[in-house]
């Protein structure tokens, strides 16, 4: 049983759901090894369920995370760390490696680890109040995850400046940056997170997944949308949906992520 994450599988009217990953360990929800490897499992599970058609990561109304547990990092020596690496750098990453649309619903701080874990979601959602940030610089360390996926999402130029300084960003800021895609108030972050997750329950599952691995194959994805794009001509939901194109136009089929 996990300790730290909760995994919830929202029921709806849709044949498919919303999955909410959240982030429970309070007060702080400080990100440690063990927090970030029950993240990566219960990611695995979603990744395998059908029935899930896109994930919703929450820490709670407070605080999204407060960023890395120094007090476990403290400890470690350099052959320590150099053997957890890979795999926390890893399990960091869980959110991009899923085929659903992911959403990150981030009230309070994200910082350090936290932030990290978002950045792999698809889409983040704050609240006004928001403070972000990757601060590893002020203890001596430097982002493990988010520097290289940062980059992409806001240049090189201001990610460079925000993990040099490990200062913090408000939400103005971070949407004018590019760093977040929405701004609401605070109480309203983990509703307007939900109603983009719900978007995707009746879609495409599969084009929906094929999509998401051209955007993640990077430098490569010219030859991933290639691939991506002819295996869906193997799909139910595409002969559906060319159908119904024909037949009907755009926003008229009735997919059933097969």
């Known amino acids: 049983m996990a300790e730290f994450v909760t995994l919830d599988l929202l029921e709806g009217a849709p044949a498919r759901r919303v999955a909410v990953l959240r982030i429970a360990r309070p007060p702080m929800n400080l990100v440690n090894a063990q927090l970030v490897r029950e993240l990566a499992r219960a990611a695995d599970t979603v990744a395998a369920d059908p029935t899930v058609a896109a994930v919703l990561l929450y820490g709670d109304e407070r605080i999204f995370s407060a960023g890395d547990d120094l007090t476990e990092l403290a400890g470690l020596?350099?052959?320590?760390?150099?053997?957890?690496?890979?795999?926390?750098?890893?399990?960091?990453?869980?959110?991009?490696?899923?085929?659903?649309?992911?959403?990150?619903?981030?009230?309070?701080?994200?910082?350090?680890?936290?932030?990290?874990?978002?950045?792999?979601?698809?889409?983040?959602?704050?609240?006004?109040?928001?403070?972000?940030?990757?601060?590893?610089?002020?203890?001596?360390?430097?982002?493990?995850?988010?520097?290289?996926?940062?980059?992409?999402?806001?240049?090189?130029?201001?990610?460079?400046?925000?993990?040099?300084?490990?200062?913090?960003?408000?939400?103005?800021?971070?949407?004018?940056?590019?760093?977040?895609?929405?701004?609401?108030?605070?109480?309203?972050?983990?509703?307007?997170?939900?109603?983009?997750?719900?978007?995707?329950t009746d879609g495409p599952a599969r084009a929906l997944a094929a999509a998401k691995a051209v955007f993640e194959a990077g430098p490569h994805g010219l030859d991933r949308a290639q691939t991506e794009w002819s295996d869906l001509f193997g799909t139910e939901d595409r002969r559906i949906g060319t159908e119904s194109y024909l037949a009907d136009g755009p926003g008229s089929a009735a997919f059933v992520g097969r």
């Open 77 to 200: 020596s350099e052959g320590q760390a150099r053997a957890m690496a890979a795999d926390l750098q890893r399990d960091l990453g869980c959110l991009a490696r899923l085929p659903q649309p992911t959403v990150a619903a981030i009230s309070g701080y994200c910082l350090g680890g936290g932030l990290e874990l978002a950045l792999g979601a698809d889409r983040r959602i704050i609240g006004d109040n928001v403070k972000l940030g990757l601060p590893q610089i002020k203890a001596g360390l430097i982002p493990l995850a988010g520097i290289r996926r940062l980059s992409l999402l806001i240049g090189p130029g201001p990610a460079k400046d925000l993990v040099y300084s490990g200062r913090f960003v408000e939400a103005e800021e971070a949407r004018t940056l590019g760093l977040v895609d929405e701004v609401v108030p605070p109480d309203d972050v983990y509703t307007a997170a939900l109603n983009w997750a719900q978007r995707f």
